[in-house]
């Protein structure tokens, strides 16, 4: 079986307010996509590597692996409006009949090789892994009106992190089931494997440096782990 990461390039990162996406922002000489795409193309068990990206970049990026030591990219397309579309793209621009996919937010430079080892040999078992990390804070879920309706117990909530692993086929129905119904907002891709019911999830540890650049403040302590390799190499 081929394993295949799929690295989502295509927001526009409009929390961050930054005008060029937060992907494509430079973290000591470094564009913040690259640090993952180096995670991924020099672990063993990667075969292949697509990378999803808004079409304006799509030149860009080819321009800037050509003869780069990213020799696994096979593929650079185009992204859709929402996460769910870029991975519905990035998934059915494969042509192998089999495989695993893993799927990965290039705005998490920090992925380790071990997650995505861990997600990987989960996918020998399950069809559908994700990292994940424990929550620390207490959540609430709450009403339009801002009332609060549920407060899971804290024991039994994960913070959702990527590397998502699918088995291929698996991922495939899930996003034509998804596309039949219109439905195109999901933030992750087991919430489609968890709604149509088409597999168990099998949850693997995540890292705490795994964190999603989102805000001005996470590209901030990016930079300053950044600074402080200790930190990264420990
Ligand atoms: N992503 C994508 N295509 C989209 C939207 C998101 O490939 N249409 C990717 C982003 O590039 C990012 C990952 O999905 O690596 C997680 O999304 P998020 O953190 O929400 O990034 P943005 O959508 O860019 O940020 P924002 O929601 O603040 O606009
Ligand atoms: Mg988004």
């Not at 860009?60 to 990219?73: C, G, M």
Request: charged share 20%; glycine share 4%.
């Amino acid at each position: 079986m081929k394993n295949i990461a799929i690295i989502l390039a295509s927001g526009t990162g409009s929390r961050l307010g930054n005008k060029t996406p937060k992907q494509f922002i430079k973290l000591n000489n470094k564009y913040i996509f690259e640090y993952s795409l180096k995670t991924f193309n020099n672990h063993i068990n990667i075969d292949e590597i697509v990378i999803v990206c808004h079409p304006e970049y799509i030149e860009f990026i080819k321009d800037y692996l050509r003869n780069s030591e990213y020799t696994k990219v096979k593929r650079i397309i185009a992204g859709g409006n929402t996460r769910q579309e870029s991975v519905s793209n990035g998934v059915f621009s494969i042509s192998h009949e089999e495989g695993n996919v893993l799927i990965h937010d290039s705005a998490r430079p920090f992925v380790t090789t071990d997650m995505i080892s861990r997600v990987v040999e989960e996918l020998s078992i399950y069809n559908a892994v994700s990292t994940v990390m424990p929550a620390t804070d207490t959540i609430f879920e709450i009403n339009e009106s801002s009332y609060v309706t549920k407060i899971p117990t804290r024991k039994d909530l994960r913070i959702v992190q990527t590397p998502q692993g699918f088995n291929l086929n698996t991922i495939r129905k899930a996003h034509l089931m998804a596309q039949k119904d219109n439905q195109n907002l999901a933030t992750d891709d087991c919430s489609l494997i968890l709604y149509y019911n088409l597999s168990e999830i099998k949850t693997v540890e995540g890292d705490d440096l795994c964190f999603k650049i989102t805000t001005n403040k996470d590209l901030i302590f990016a930079e300053s782990l950044l600074n402080n390799s200790s930190i990264l190499n420990s």
